[in-house]
């Protein structure tokens, strides 16, 4: 079994600043790893996946993640915030043929 | 462009009434899910269609049922609304269940009267 936890349900920072929603996750198996967006009544988004290869994974909009094993964690990251990028962010877990565990989801709030 | 696309976007119904939502996809992926999502809540496997395989998750309500007749199309079933099942319901496609990355459809977001 896999397990996801997000840490902050919220996160607020400035139009400009970096931008870090952490994640961690448990799972027997080496898992796959997913951050999704989820702007108001609209469908999931993904931004980037880490299956296997290069730690340091680079996605869309700017946002790039880190796998670290010794850690247990994907925490996404950006440099600069954009007033766009306010939404909830999801990090996701697969682990073999299991099916995604998603977190609890972080709202990322940017203010002007 | 492949998509996902969910029908209808906002789906109202009373108390009681059957509804049904429905699922497409244009990926040619094997795989499709249902979810729920609850305001403010993390998106919770119904259930999903390997193929023809049904897998049902364990604490999804009998209430709730599905078809797949075919690669392109999936439904959502409710046979009997209750105001709790008031919620957004997000389809989802993967070419395997395996690889993990989903993509999904805009939602259809069911209000129970």
């Known amino acids: 079994a896999q397990s996801v936890t997000q840490l902050g349900s919220h996160v607020s920072v400035s139009e400009g600043a970096l931008v870090l929603l952490r994640c961690n996750y448990s799972?027997?198996?080496?898992?796959?790893l997913f951050w999704y967006v989820q702007y108001p009544n609209q469908g999931l988004q993904l931004l980037l996946k880490y299956t296997t290869g290069a730690t340091l994974v680079k996605g869309i909009n700017g946002f790039e993640a880190e796998f670290k094993k010794s850690e247990t964690s994907f925490h996404l990251t950006k440099p600069s915030a954009h007033m766009s990028d306010a939404a909830e962010y999801f990090c996701?877990?697969?682990?073999?043929?299991?099916?995604?565990?998603f977190g609890k989801g972080t709202m990322l709030l940017v203010s002007p | 462009d492949a998509m996902v696309i969910q029908n209808p976007r906002y789906q109202v119904t009373q108390f009681g009434k059957p509804v049904t939502l429905s699922c497409s996809q244009t990926l040619n992926h094997n795989v499709m899910y249902w979810y729920q999502q609850k305001s403010s809540q993390a998106p919770k496997l119904l259930f999903h269609y390997y193929d023809k395989d049904f897998n049902n998750e364990a604490d999804t309500p009998d209430n709730f049922q599905s078809r797949r007749p075919n690669t392109s199309f999936c439904f959502l079933d409710i046979r009997s609304p209750g105001l709790g099942d008031a919620a957004m319901y997000l389809c989802?496609?993967?070419?395997?269940?395996?690889?993990?990355?989903?993509?999904f459809g805009p939602g259809t977001r069911l209000t129970v009267l």
């Open positions: 989802a496609t993967s070419r395997d269940r395996v690889d993990g990355e989903q993509f």
């Open positions: 799972s027997s198996v080496p898992p796959y």
């Open positions: 996701a877990v697969t682990a073999g043929y299991s099916t995604l565990t």
